[in-house]
């Protein structure tokens, strides 16, 4: 959005800084994905390294659901894969299981019906949002 005032022009451009919300209640899989669009938007979609170094922070040393499952390899809402950070062996064609966890910055795939905690994508709240000003 630009906006003029007194000769000089103001671009505004709003971003979200948090986009993750850790969940600290095990879950299966999919009771996870339900309480994400619940609460949440869905179970976290994780698009490049930056982010999956957010999600490698905030969830120290705990496995983690994330919204990433094989029917081929798509993430919960529906968007298909572009980024992976799969763990040594992984994926390792389902034997394990078709949901996908993340652990120390890698990515595994598991049984679904396992109960471990879970990260969900949440919409931005003005307090987590903010505005820069370009002149």
């Given at each position: 959005v630009i906006i003029s005032r007194r000769k000089y022009q103001y671009i505004f451009i709003l971003f979200c800084i948090y986009i993750f919300k850790f969940i600290s209640t095990p879950m299966?899989?999919?009771?996870?994905?339900?309480?994400?669009?619940?609460?949440?938007?869905?179970?976290?979609?994780?698009?490049?390294?930056?982010?999956?170094?957010?999600?490698?922070?905030?969830?120290?040393?705990?496995?983690?659901?994330?919204?990433?499952?094989?029917?081929?390899?798509?993430?919960?809402?529906?968007?298909l894969l572009s980024y992976t950070k799969w763990n040594i062996g992984e994926p390792n064609q389902g034997v394990n299981g078709p949901c996908v966890f993340l652990h120390k910055g890698h990515w595994g795939d598991y049984e679904c019906e396992s109960a471990i905690y879970f990260v969900c994508n949440k919409e931005c709240s003005e307090s987590e949002s903010h505005s820069k000003d370009f002149h």
């Amino acid at each position: 959005v630009i906006i003029s005032r007194r000769k000089y022009q103001y671009i505004f451009i709003l971003f979200c800084i948090y986009i993750f919300k850790f969940i600290s209640t095990p879950m299966n899989w999919t009771s996870a994905m339900e309480y994400c669009r619940k609460h949440h938007v869905d179970l976290a979609v994780v698009r490049n390294l930056p982010e999956n170094n957010q999600l490698k922070e905030m969830v120290k040393d705990e496995y983690n659901w994330i919204g990433l499952y094989r029917d081929p390899w798509k993430w919960s809402d529906g968007k298909l894969l572009s980024y992976t950070k799969w763990n040594i062996g992984e994926p390792n064609q389902g034997v394990n299981g078709p949901c996908v966890f993340l652990h120390k910055g890698h990515w595994g795939d598991y049984e679904c019906e396992s109960a471990i905690y879970f990260v969900c994508n949440k919409e931005c709240s003005e307090s987590e949002s903010h505005s820069k000003d370009f002149h």
